[in-house]
């Protein structure tokens, strides 16, 4: 069992960066890929990106190729994602979660309880 929690959350005008964090509270967490999922109010949750657990491999959503990187420090059991030229429409609650096949991007078990970003124009 993993317990993830996100943060990093927050604010921010368009054109802007921010940084989120998943924290896994297991060390068990190092054995899972991972992505970042978002879900914007009224719309389907929508896979932003992925990364497997080595860190080896990488894969991301075309609407945010270039201005997102996902990351992962398995010393510290954490996933970054590093977001910049954000705008409006990145505006959504960003969740973690392990487990995650990265090239199908269908989701794992196990889920964060999100993080919101919102984007002012």
């Known amino acids: 069992q993993v317990h993830l929690a996100e943060s990093g959350g927050g604010l921010v005008q368009a054109g802007g960066s921010l940084r989120l964090s998943c924290t896994a509270s297991?060390?068990?967490?190092?054995?899972?890929?991972v992505a970042w999922f978002r879900q914007a109010p009224g719309k389907e949750r929508q896979f932003v990106a992925a990364i497997s657990m080595s860190g080896a491999y990488t894969n991301y959503a075309d609407s945010v190729k270039g201005r997102f990187t996902i990351s992962r420090d398995n010393a510290n059991n954490t996933v970054y994602l590093q977001m910049v030229s954000l705008n409006p429409e990145d505006t959504a609650v960003y969740s973690c979660?392990?487990?995650?096949?990265?090239?199908?991007?269908?989701?794992?078990?196990?889920w964060g309880q999100g993080t919101q970003v919102t984007v002012s124009s």
């Open positions: 979660n392990a487990g995650v096949n990265t090239l199908t991007t269908k989701p794992g078990y196990y």
């Open positions: 297991e060390q068990s967490f190092i054995r899972y890929n």
